[in-house]
Nanobody, 129 residues
Framework: VQLQASGGGLVQAGGSLRLSCTAS????????MGWFRQAPGKDREFVGA????????YYADSVKGRFTISRDNAKNTVYLQMNSLKPEDTAAYYC???????????????????????WGQGTLVTVSS
């Protein structure tokens, strides 16, 4: 699957932004979809993930309660709604896909393993103070 992220931009602290990631190829609805981010000079950080159906989600503590991931399988698109943005959310945001069941992904994620195999290009989010 090929991924294309969009929706980044400049926003003031406390504001909101929604990122989109559209997939081309088959079987989008069978992929766990994830979001990551990487700030300048820092390692890539996991943001969150969503199951095939959208019924399960998991978030990093740093964004829990502020960010929401959703998906529309009919449109081959996954979204990252970001609210109450902070300057420390400034980063390039990437979407990724992993074709395995949610429970398997969670089990591997809990072991610290990154199993996402397909990646989109980043979209830059800048939060001004």
């Amino acid at each position: 699957v090929q991924l294309q992220a969009s929706g980044g931009g400049l926003v003031q602290a406390g504001g909101s932004l929604r990122l989109s990631c559209t997939a081309s190829g088959r079987y989008f609805s069978s992929y766990v979809m994830g979001w990551f981010r990487q700030a300048p000079g820092k390692d890539r950080e996991f943001v969150g993930a969503i199951s095939w159906s959208g019924g399960d989600t998991y978030y990093a503590d740093s964004v829990k309660g502020r960010f929401t991931i959703s998906r529309d399988n009919a449109k081959n698109t996954v979204y990252l709604q970001m609210n109450s943005l902070k300057p420390e959310d400034t980063a390039a945001y990437y979407c990724a896909a992993d074709r395995q069941p949610w429970d398997s992904w969670r089990s591997l994620n809990m072991q610290g393993l990154n199993t996402f195999s397909s990646w989109g290009q980043g979209t830059l989010v800048t939060v001004s103070s």
